[in-house]
């Protein structure tokens, strides 16, 4: 049964950094593709950075520059590691898990994905 659990989210100020994590279990995280969505008040869900099984990783471009998406094998983890935060970054966070398969198009189509964790809050103050 795959589980994803975050955590790292909090409170910030403007320009400061967190860092997000995500532990599986049920699969291994380097055979899979995964990555973090967010979804702020009244707004869609929206991918924000992706990874497959073969490393490569994918950014919206709010984020380019500022997120950085990681894995490590050893603990299963997935992370997002987020500088230079702004208030516009303010909202839940989730990771996300599917096959990596052909039949899938980009990391960020939301509907592709068949395991979420709980969410995280991120709150970015000006």
């Known amino acids: 049964q795959v589980q994803l659990v975050e955590s790292g989210g909090g409170s910030v100020q403007s320009g400061g950094s967190l860092r997000l994590s995500c532990a599986a279990s049920?699969?291994?995280?380097?055979?899979?593709?995964m990555a973090w969505f967010r979804q702020a008040r009244d707004k869609e869900r929206e991918g924000v950075a992706g990874i497959d099984s073969y490393g490569f990783t994918s950014y919206t471009d709010s984020v380019k520059g500022r997120f950085t998406i990681s894995r490590d094998n050893a603990k299963n983890t997935l992370y997002l590691q987020m500088n230079s935060l702004k208030p516009e970054d303010t909202a839940m966070y989730y990771c996300?898990?599917?096959?990596?398969?052909?039949?899938?198009?980009?990391?960020?189509?939301?509907?592709?994905?068949?395991?979420w964790g709980q969410g995280t809050q991120v709150t970015v103050s000006s």
């Open positions: 049920g699969y291994t995280v380097t055979a899979s593709c």
């Open positions: 996300a898990v599917r096959p990596c398969s052909r039949r899938y198009g980009n990391l960020f189509t939301a509907q592709d994905y068949n395991g």
